[in-house]
């Protein structure tokens, strides 16, 4: 089946999706996304998603391309004309094209509109949750409003790249207190040996990541202790469990980190089960 994109307006084969080459996107990085999960073909979190989507476009000051539900109906319908049931949609919206110059360009500018959506193995995923990830952890490095979902995301390509050479399947941003940030793509979390469930607070350290939200309801309903608060790579190591989540990967156990493993090295049994209950607390488009 041959596969369509929206580009500014337009559904177009892949072949023929593409923008100009003086998008402020292309040029600069000068623009945001936002990836939600299609489940059994339904959107999960979209209006999280969407939410945070507007947030990022006003802290940058983009203005919104059209309001957040028409942004929906798009979404929609790219899922549908690429006949996704399990898999992601991808949304992009740039400050549009313009002659290059680093200052913003004229406000009638209009911001770029790109989405995507591809279908993805569920089977595969679970199969990956089964055996756990193991993780490298790698020096912060990023800008310090790393809260905005910009694509300007060079360190995190970078520390990705890394990771897969060396046999992991995440990176962990590292502090220059010690203190774990999150991952390239991912939020971090332990689950000490008294079973309490640690998280770095969504400060602008991090990204207010729409699973870890959710994740953090279901753990409140399943009746674990939460503490929001950074933790090191000491504390890491010494924890009974440690997972990541993320739209694409809902809640991944950890089963190493630098080579060592967590636990008995092995997925832990509450990152298992906040994997297993997550929907119960997700948000799921009609
Ligand atoms: N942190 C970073 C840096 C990310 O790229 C992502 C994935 N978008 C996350 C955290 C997790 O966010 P979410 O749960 O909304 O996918």
Not at 20 to 49: N, P, S, W
Not at 136 to 149: G, M
Request: glycine content about 8%; charged content about 25%.
């Amino acid at each position: 089946m041959s596969r369509i994109a929206f580009v500014n307006g337009r559904y177009l084969p892949y072949a023929q999706a593409a923008v100009h080459i003086e998008d402020r996107g292309y040029q600069f990085a000068d623009g945001v996304y936002e990836v939600c999960e299609v489940r059994g073909g339904q959107l999960i979190d979209e209006r999280r998603h969407m939410e945070r989507l507007a947030r990022s476009l006003r802290e940058l000051r983009i203005s919104l391309p059209m309001p957040l539900p028409v942004l929906g109906i798009i979404l929609r319908e790219t899922i549908e004309r690429n006949r996704v049931r399990d898999g992601i949609v991808y949304l992009q919206v740039t400050r549009g094209v313009a002659k290059r110059d680093h200052a913003f360009p004229v406000p009638e500018t209009k911001p770029s509109v790109v989405a995507i959506a591809r279908s993805k193995d569920r089977a595969k995923g679970e199969t990956t949750a089964a055996a756990g990830i193991p993780v490298i952890t790698v020096p912060e490095n990023r800008w310090d409003r790393v809260d905005i979902k910009s694509i300007g995301l060079l360190p995190n390509v970078l520390v990705r790249q890394e990771a897969r050479e060396k046999g992991a399947g995440e990176a962990w941003f590292v502090d220059r207190d010690g203190f774990v940030t999150e991952g390239s793509s991912s939020n971090a979390w332990i689950v000490t040996r008294d079973k309490k469930i640690i998280t770095r607070p969504a400060d602008h350290g991090i990204l207010r990541g729409i699973t870890r939200t959710v994740v953090l309801d279901v753990a409140k309903k399943l009746g674990h202790t939460i503490e929001e608060r950074p933790f090191t790579v000491e504390e890491a190591l010494a924890a009974s469990e440690a997972f990541v989540t993320a739209a694409t990967q809902i809640v991944m156990p950890v089963v190493q980190i630098d080579g060592k493993p967590i636990g008995n090295g092995h997925p832990g049994l509450v990152a298992t089960s906040l994997r297993a209950h997550f929907y119960e607390a997700a948000e799921i488009a009609e």
